[in-house]
Nanobody, 124 residues
Framework: QVQLVESGGGLVQAGDSLRLSCAAS????????MGWFRQAPGKEREFVAT????????SYADSVKGRFTISRDNAKKTVYLQMNSLRPEDTAIYYC?????????????????WGQGTQVTVSS
């Protein structure tokens, strides 16, 4: 059974940094594109960042561009989201997702597997 397990969330102040991790039990992890999405209370889930099989294939939502960085370690089967200069509007549950097609995608429905999420709360 495929599992994606997020960690690293927490309560921080505006301007602080957090690094989220997502450990995947995918046998062929390196073939998957990995994405981060988030959902704030009362809002729809939204795309945050994606990374393809090639680590130089990344894409970000405009709202996080320049502040967040997605990366992956195929040996550890883990994808990361480094979040700097956090803002209160970044408060949400953050989910990682895996797409077997392997190409970066901003569409949630392209992803085959999802984690349970980790809460990020940014106070002003």
């Amino acid at each position: 059974q495929v599992q994606l397990v997020e960690s690293g969330g927490g309560l921080v102040q505006a301007g602080d940094s957090l690094r989220l991790s997502c450990a995947a039990s995918l046998r062929t992890f390196s073939n998957y594109a990995m994405g981060w999405f988030r959902q704030a209370p009362g809002k729809e889930r939204e795309f945050v960042a994606t990374i393809g099989r090639r680590v130089d294939h990344t894409s970000y939502a405009d709202s996080v561009k320049g502040r967040f960085t997605i990366s992956r370690d195929n040996a550890k089967k883990t994808v990361y989201l480094q979040m700097n200069s956090l803002r209160p509007e970044d408060t949400a549950i953050y989910y990682c997702a895996a797409d077997s097609a392997g190409l970066p995608t901003t569409r949630g429905y392209d992803h085959d597997h999802w984690g349970q999420g980790t809460q990020v709360t940014v106070s002003s």
